[in-house]
Structure formats: C-alpha cells, structure tokens
C-alpha cells in the first residue's frame, strides 16, 4: 500500500513558477515510476509527466516541455514538479500518482495509487 500526499499548489500570475511536492509513504516506494497528473474543471483528467524508479527517463504532456520539471528523491520518498513559465491554462487539480511497474508512463491505467490532488490556479 502506498500513500500519497501533494502540497504547494497555490495562486500564481502568468509566468510565475511554482513547485509542487508528493509525499509518498511505504517501503516500496523507490521502485516505483512517479507521474503528475491534472484535472481542469469540466475536463478529464491529463497526464502532465512521469518519471522512472530510478530518475533517469522523464516523459512530458507536450504542452509543458521546457516549462515543467519532474525530479525525484527516494531517500526522503519524494517527487517534486517544478513548474515555470505558467499559463492560465495550466489550472488544474494536480494529482501525483505511482506506478508499481517503475517505468515513466503516460498512461493512466498503469498508475496504482492516487493522491489526493493539489490546486494550482494561474491568473492572467
């Protein structure tokens, strides 16, 4: 069983950053892929990025490259998404969610636990 928990959203203006956090509790945790996901209101929700257990190969919804950063640190259980160059568009429910077969992914059927989300809101 694995928890986790997102925190640092927030009110940003258009061009702001923001880094967001996942907290993640159980033993297995380094093994597993990490991904963020976002939900805008009335939509479905999208894959941001994802990350493999070990950090080496990083994925990103081509609507944030070069603007998102997903990073990880298995020692403190942790995945972090720096996020810069914000748009309103990027308003969202962001939710972290882990991955048992430890390979980044898109995908969101092979994400095995959720956490509870965080709101990021980007004025204009």
């Known amino acids: 069983q694995v928890q986790l928990v997102e925190s640092g959203g927030g009110l940003v203006q258009a061009g702001g950053s923001l880094r967001l956090s996942c907290a993640a509790s159980?033993?297995?945790?380094?093994?597993?892929?990490m991904g963020w996901f976002r939900q805008a209101p009335g939509k479905e929700r999208e894959f941001v990025g994802a990350?493999?257990?070990?950090?080496?190969?990083?994925y990103y919804a081509d609507s944030v490259k070069g603007r998102f950063t997903i990073s990880r640190d298995n020692a403190k259980n942790t995945v972090y998404l720096q996020m810069n160059s914000l748009k309103p568009e990027d308003t969202a429910v962001y939710y972290c969610?882990?991955?048992?077969?430890?390979?980044?992914?898109?995908?969101?059927?092979?994400?095995?636990?959720w956490g509870q989300g965080t709101q990021v809101t980007v004025s204009s």
């Open positions: 969610a882990a991955n048992k077969y430890g390979s980044a992914s898109p995908r969101r059927y092979e994400y095995d636990y």
């Open positions: 990350i493999s257990w070990r950090g080496g190969t990083t």
């Open positions: 159980g033993r297995t945790f380094s093994t597993y892929a």
